[in-house]
């Protein structure tokens, strides 16, 4: 093959497709004898060679076909660099293969043991940290992100960080977005990701930081299961979207002066295909989870942090239409089950290795799990070209349950992609006739909210992710000479460490990439790749804060930092003391005088001045945002007008 030669490369893996594949079999002559050989074949279609049975989604109709895993899923040329002053590497595609080979050994053994009819399969860190990594890059590496950076300039990049991106490519000398889409993927495939490394600072100072938010959201915020249905004759599909898809309920925009579309919405469950009888599904920390939920203070924690970073956010009940699927998270080797709570093991000396095994169950789902699933993946199909699947009846069994459900999954029209949708679902729909299945389409619309000033709202996400990266370089130099004196072994390093890669080991305020738009959700529960791309540069109120004290926290002297401790750890005991008293007083007096036990009585002196704490100071971060001035100025400001007029 000639050096110039356009090269196809899968966005999914060959390793992937292999496992929904079949040898092709000659419909001239399906005993492959004489008449075959006379028969003349497609390149990659010839008898014995490893097919896959595909619906393609094309322009002029809708069919089903047998196509060649070497030709399918793929695009020319879509990892080659062609900048001539670029110092990126030029082909990316080694250091896929390279990633895929150490993959495809773990998804091997994976499936192998889910064949042999065992319950689980044991995994070390060091091969989830590379199954978690190829499923980012799996979800980053698609069709869908390749056209959104494929542009000469940055003028034609569309998308809401814009100018941060702009920004970044300036400061760096690159030309075109699709060199710093391909440097990302690049950095996240080098990314020494061992619990000596500390990851996040690596990643954070060599790639885009709208990107490296995003990563560090899915390593941080989510946890990963395998699940299988239950019911045999049940499958999943593989759409070439299919990694792209993001489950959570989202409120469609629309600017009613620029008529610019948004998509709005929490990031509850990620979804991977790996066989026809395996789902990786990786789960927000924010859902329900058996273990933690029978640690009463786990989960009240948990709901917390929800309450703050999901309710306050999305609206009061924004609920997954997965809430109650029925996994838990893996149970590593230093820990064990007692009483159904997760506790680590007596003796264990708190260091987290390389070699530290994570436990993983096979979860069976039932077919309405099964159903969602699939079916928010086929919602999603209609940005893609291809839906592999295995057998033909169980997908064809799942497209009428798709297009006649009461839209309680999906087909709900409405966005930028109103008109796509609809003619996807129209086709699929005549498909279904031509196949002998008399159906009626089922579809509703979603409703358009007008009320955000898209521009405005791109902006201050914009100023936020400027001053968060800004302040984070500055955490960072500042803190550098200290994390290279804790640097260990290469073998083991402290649990509490920031750059464990474990999610299971994640603190509960981890960062994560979220809206500030207070919004109403709506029933829609899937979500394209725009809401990954909208995410990028999108930040939580409650962690400006939490970064701007431990900002200043970091530009003091060690003087300063151990007055301060001492300060703190008094003003604690004080605060202590008084809650005790005038807990076991108020108790007293409320239980003679209203008959409310000391349960209420905490709710009222603890949690509701702890939430009045957190509006205040997302109020003064907001001022902030939008004013430039703090709440304290507004005090002063009130302090002087009620003084003033006393005076009068």
């Known amino acids: 093959m000639s050096a110039d030669a356009p090269q196809y490369q899968h966005f999914i893996p060959q390793f992937i497709l292999k ?151 300036e400061r760096n000398g690159i030309e075109r977005p699709l060199d710093v889409w391909l440097q990302g993927l690049s950095s996240i495939i080098d990314l020494d990701m061992r619990v000596t490394a500390n990851w996040q600072e690596t990643l954070k100072s060599s790639v885009y930081y709208g990107l490296f938010c995003h990563f560090q959201e899915h390593i941080t915020e989510l946890w990963m299961s395998f699940c299988t249905p239950l019911n045999e004759d049940e499958e999943f599909i593989l759409p070439d979207t299919g990694s792209h898809v993001y489950e959570g309920p989202t409120v469609d925009f629309q600017d009613k002066t620029t008529g610019e579309f948004i998509r709005l919405g929490p990031r509850f469950h990620l979804f991977a295909p790996i066989s026809p009888l395996l789902m990786i599904v990786l789960r927000s920390k924010h859902l329900p989870e058996p273990h933690e939920d029978n640690n009463p203070e786990t989960k009240a924690g948990r709901q917390l942090y929800r309450q703050i970073e999901i309710d306050s956010i999305h609206g009061p009940g924004t ?80 497209l009428e349950w798709f297009l006649t459900e009461p839209c309680e999954v999906g087909k709900r029209l409405g966005g930028e992609h109103h008109a796509e949708q609809m003619r996807y679902l129209a086709r699929l729909t005549a498909l279904m006739h031509a196949e002998g299945r008399n159906i009626s389409l089922h579809i509703t619309n979603g409703p358009i909210n007008y009320d955000l000033d898209i521009e405005s709202y791109k902006n201050q996400n914009n100023d936020a992710a400027r001053w968060l990266e800004s302040l984070e370089k500055n955490h960072a130099s500042g803190g550098k000479v200290k994390k290279n004196q804790e640097k260990g072994s290469d073998t083991k390093v402290d649990a509490g460490r920031q750059g464990s890669v474990d999610p299971h080991d994640q603190p509960k305020n981890e960062k994560s990439s979220i809206e500030g738009q207070s919004i109403d959700p709506g029933p829609t529960v899937k979500h394209d790749e725009e809401i990954s791309r909208a995410k990028l540069t999108s930040l939580r109120g409650s962690e400006l804060s939490t970064q701007r004290q431990s900002a200043n926290v970091q530009g003091t002297n060690p003087i300063q930092q151990l007055s301060m401790m001492v300060g703190i750890i008094l003003f604690l005991l004080a605060v202590t003391y008084m809650i005790v008293f005038l807990a076991q007083w108020s108790e007293w007096l409320l239980q003679v005088s209203f008959g409310i036990n000391w349960y209420e009585l905490l709710v009222i002196t603890v949690v509701l001045p702890y939430l009045i704490l957190c509006l205040l100071r997302w109020l003064d971060w907001l001022l902030n945002t939008l004013f430039g001035i703090r709440l304290y100025h507004i005090a002063i400001i009130f302090i002087f007008l009620v003084a003033s007029q006393a005076e009068k």
Request: glycine fraction near 6%.
């Open 319 to 398: 609920k997954s239409i997965l809430e109650d699927l029925p996994v838990h998270k893996a149970i590593n080797s230093y820990s064990t089950l007692v009483n159904g709570i997760l506790r680590k093991r007596p003796g264990w000396d708190g260091q987290l290795r390389q070699t530290d095994t994570f436990s993983f169950p096979f979860f069976k789902i039932s077919t309405h799990h099964a159903r969602i699933i699939n079916g928010l993946l086929l919602d999603h199909a209609f940005h893609g070209l291809t839906i592999i699947f295995n057998k033909k009846d169980p997908f064809l069994d799942l």
């Open 19 to 169: 496992n929904f594949d079949h040898p092709f079999s000659c419909p001239k002559a399906p005993t492959n004898g004489s008449k075959c050989k006379k028969h003349h074949h497609e390149k990659g279609k010839y008898p014995g060679d490893r097919v896959v049975s595909c619906l393609e989604l094309l322009p002029q109709g809708y069919k089903i076909e047998e196509h060649s895993i070497r030709r399918v899923c793929g695009l020319n040329d879509m990892y080659m660099v062609q900048s001539p002053d670029t110092n990126f590497p030029r082909d990316l595609k080694a250091k896929f293969s390279k990633l895929e080979g150490e993959t495809s050994a773990v998804i091997r053994r994976i499936i192998t043991s889910h064949h042999r009819g065992d319950e689980k399969v044991i995994i070390t860190r060091t091969q989830q940290t590379v199954l978690r990594k190829f499923v980012y890059l799996l979800n980053q590496r698609g069709s869908g992100f390749f056209k959104t950076y494929n542009c000469d300039s940055i003028d034609d990049y569309k998308n809401i960080d814009r100018d941060l991106l702009k920004e970044f490519m």
